[in-house]
């Protein structure tokens, strides 16, 4: 069984995950919601299996001398699913507030999809620009930071949907998909550290992009477009932490900027690749 195969099953398993957490929502089943969690759980260990046989394929490629399978686009994408399950299984430990499931199974599970159907998963030798040990502390550090993002994005989501059902039935008992969800004060402090987590992470990955491109292009940073939303994307969780921190900033407002940001940051990471040119061309 090669890597694709693999990935073929993470993908089932995601979606059958999905599905099993939006079954939870409706049905309220203790049975279904740890069902649903083993089946991410399940996924996510495959998932590393998967990357890691891929990393093996690489040295079979004529020409390759091996390296971590983050050089492209399809195996970007890949490794984002694999993030976002990452992050997502670490929170659930802590809160064990397996509604969330429902919110961000979502992310991994389009991202997969979108990988084995649409993208090209051939393994070629890196071109010179890429081969380099930063290629691999920059893409991880950038996309653990996404995927906390992404997590923010999806608990964001459920405090406004909790927030207004909530505001139009304030005179009737929570049931419902509003009745499971966890209380609008966990959300919002979900929301805020799962930020907290990422915004170092995506600093990180500028810094290691900035020391890459030092290495690569012979200048530390040039405006190119990545480099240019990278920071925005920066910028606006940064503005984020700082309106919470200095103006006790939360609930609508907080969630609406948290998901404002991983537009943006979505955008920096396939916008840029797929709509703009520059010298992160490659990685469409």
């Given at each position: ?91 659930d430990l802590k809160y064990k507030q397996r509604s969330v499931g429902a ?106 992009g900035a020391a890459w491109a030092n290495y690569a292009w012979g200048t ?65």
């Amino acid at each position: 069984m090669n890597s694709g195969q693999l990935f073929n099953l993470v993908t089932i398993g995601y979606f059958s995950a999905m599905v099993l957490f939006i079954g939870y929502l409706a049905t309220r089943s203790s049975v279904i919601a740890t069902l649903a969690t083993v089946l991410a759980y399940l996924g996510f260990a495959i998932q590393t299996v998967a990357i890691g046989l891929r990393w093996y394929e690489t040295y079979q490629v004529p020409g390759g001398a091996g390296y971590a399978p983050l050089s492209n686009l399809y195996e970007s994408v890949v490794f984002f699913s694999w993030t976002i399950l990452l992050i997502y299984l670490l929170i659930d430990l802590k809160y064990k507030q397996r509604s969330v499931g429902a919110f961000v199974l979502p992310f991994a599970f389009l991202a997969m999809t979108w990988a084995q159907l649409r993208l090209d998963s051939t393994i070629s030798p890196l071109v010179p620009a890429l081969q380099s040990n930063w290629l691999t502390y920059h893409v991880i550090t950038c996309f653990l930071g996404y995927a906390a993002f992404a997590v923010a994005c999806g608990v964001s989501i459920m405090y406004l949907i909790k927030i207004g059902k909530e505001n139009k039935s304030s005179d009737a008992p929570a049931g419902g998909l509003v009745g499971i969800m966890p209380s609008a004060k966990i959300l919002d402090d979900l929301n805020y550290k799962a930020i907290m987590i990422g915004f170092p992470l995506l600093s990180l990955g500028i810094i290691t992009g900035a020391a890459w491109a030092n290495y690569a292009w012979g200048t530390y940073w040039s405006w190119d477009p990545k480099e240019t939303w990278s920071l925005i994307v920066w910028f606006i969780y940064a503005a984020f932490l700082h309106a919470r921190i200095t103006r006790g900033w939360a609930g609508r407002k907080a969630a609406i900027l948290s998901i404002v940001g991983f537009a943006a940051t979505i955008f920096c990471y396939l916008g840029v690749n797929l709509l703009l040119a520059g010298l992160h061309s490659y990685g469409a």
